[in-house]
């Protein structure tokens, strides 16, 4: 899984995760025919909270980021991106499995929404997440607290 850490997000990172998120996202977009990449980078600036979005750190350098933001009776996990030579050797899990026991202590649901036919959504899955609702671009998930984690 190599040596990652997490750390808050500052308003000063909204740049190089808006770039991070174009070029994760590119491939799944333009299959969708929805890739715009001016677009794709200012959804995310009109979007970011470094409030509730931490920044994930790959032997000390910048690999990616991840939102959790509370929103009524849940929260939603959003802008969970890795650069891509960081994924697929577990870093992508090890965040989302910490991120899902604070949930879990906290009886949280976690909701998102992951790209049509995103491999990404296989990483969802094993974590617990089940489809909820579709439509023609977005699959929401969701992921209700695991039964006996809580104190």
């Not at 794709?40 to 750190?57: A, N, S």
């Not at 990616?64 to 960081?86: I, K, N, Q, S």
């Not at 998102?112 to 899955?125: F, H, I, K, M, T």
Request: charged share 30%; with cysteine; proline share 5%.
């Amino acid at each position: 899984m190599g040596d990652w850490n997490t750390r808050p997000a500052a308003r000063t990172d909204v740049e190089a995760v808006a770039e991070l998120r174009a070029v994760v996202l590119r491939a799944d977009l333009e299959r969708l025919g929805r890739y715009d990449g001016h677009r794709v980078r200012q959804r995310l600036r009109d979007g970011f909270d470094p409030g509730h979005t931490w920044v994930i750190e790959v032997a000390g350098a910048f690999a990616g980021c991840v939102a959790l933001r509370p929103a009524g009776d849940c929260h939603w996990l959003e802008h969970f991106y890795l650069a891509l030579g960081h994924q697929g050797g577990g870093i992508g899990s090890g965040v989302l499995g910490a991120l899902l026991e604070r949930c879990d202590r906290d009886g949280t649901v976690v909701r998102l929404n992951v790209l049509r036919d995103s491999p990404a959504r296989r990483l969802y899955e094993r974590h617990g997440f089940a489809v909820e609702t579709r439509d023609g671009v977005d699959v929401f998930m969701v992921r209700r607290p695991s039964p006996g984690s809580r104190p």
